[in-house]
């Protein structure tokens, strides 16, 4: 059963400077399944007049390898805590 093809769904907060930047992504990308993917989006930021870059996480739940139950914890054992983009209401449309 395949469910939430190609769908942006969490994102984590890049460093300001560009090496530490690529470097983490890099980080994110390589605990991610081949199902998943992450890449780079500028996206609003507290600041005003100003772009924050974000890793936004693509992808689909496949075979036991879901947001929920892989890639969450996964990244939460390299201390990364992905939010919930703007676009989902809740958690639970995340997972849906």
Same mark, same amino acid.
């Given at each position: 059963?395949?469910?939430?093809?190609?769908?942006?769904?969490?994102?984590?907060?890049?460093?300001?400077?560009?090496?530490?930047?690529?470097?983490? !992504?890099? /980080?994110i990308?390589?605990? =991610?399944?081949?199902?998943?993917?992450?890449? &780079?989006? $500028?996206?609003?930021? #507290? *600041?005003?007049?100003?772009?924050?870059?974000?890793?936004?996480?693509?992808?689909?739940?496949?075979?036991?390898?879901?947001?929920?139950?892989?890639? !969450?914890? /996964?990244?939460?054992s390299? =201390?990364?805590?992905?939010?919930?983009?703007? &676009?989902? $209401?809740?958690?639970? #449309? *995340?997972?849906?």
């Amino acid at each position: 059963m395949i469910v939430n093809r190609n769908r942006d769904r969490v994102r984590v907060r890049l460093p300001e400077d560009a090496h530490d930047r690529a470097a983490y !992504l890099q /980080r994110i990308q390589a605990l =991610l399944p081949a199902n998943f993917a992450a890449h &780079t989006r $500028p996206m609003e930021s #507290d *600041a005003p007049n100003r772009a924050q870059l974000w890793a936004v996480i693509t992808g689909e739940d496949f075979a036991g390898w879901t947001l929920e139950g892989y890639v !969450l914890p /996964r990244l939460a054992s390299a =201390l990364i805590f992905p939010e919930l983009l703007p &676009t989902c $209401p809740s958690w639970t #449309d *995340a997972f849906k």
